[in-house]
């Protein structure tokens, strides 16, 4: 099989959960753990924005780096990390609570010049997840390269439960 296929199974492995495969995979070739595919994306990174947390915690396991930044080429989405893709994506708070407790780092830059804070703020109403952001150093403060800041996201998207919670963490608009 050549490589370009191989790691096409590999990423269709990954967005169907199927952990099996993916561990026995990158068990035979550990170096695609860190892989990109043609559309510069990380398996790491699909298996958590289609919320698959076995296939993340697998990942993890066989040594996938969980801060590395992918280097997309698909146009609607960022170079971002694992845990934007999980945020962006099915938002499975297993799969972002799986990356928090392996390091996953909260202040990385997407290519938007997001951290995670402000894709969770943007993308959804959901309390538990911005507390779990804020208890791993999410910066409540951090403002985009346009001035956007995760209240102001917040606040433009009509997340209200989530533009209080990030007040009472001391946001201002």
Known sequence: MALQEYISDLFQAAQSGDAAKVKEMISAHPQLANTENQDGLTPLGYAAHFGHAEVVREMLELGADVNAVSHSR????????????????????????????????????????????????????????IQLLMEHGADVHSAADGGDTPLSLAIQQGNENVASLLREYGASA
């Open 74 to 129: 698909v146009s609607f989405i960022p170079s971002n990390t694992a845990l934007h893709a999980a945020i962006a994506g099915e938002r499975s708070l297993e799969v972002i609570k799986l990356l928090l407790a392996h390091g996953a780092d909260t202040t990385i830059l997407d290519s938007n010049g997001h951290t995670c804070l402000h894709s969770a703020a943007f993308h959804d109403d959901n309390l538990e997840m």
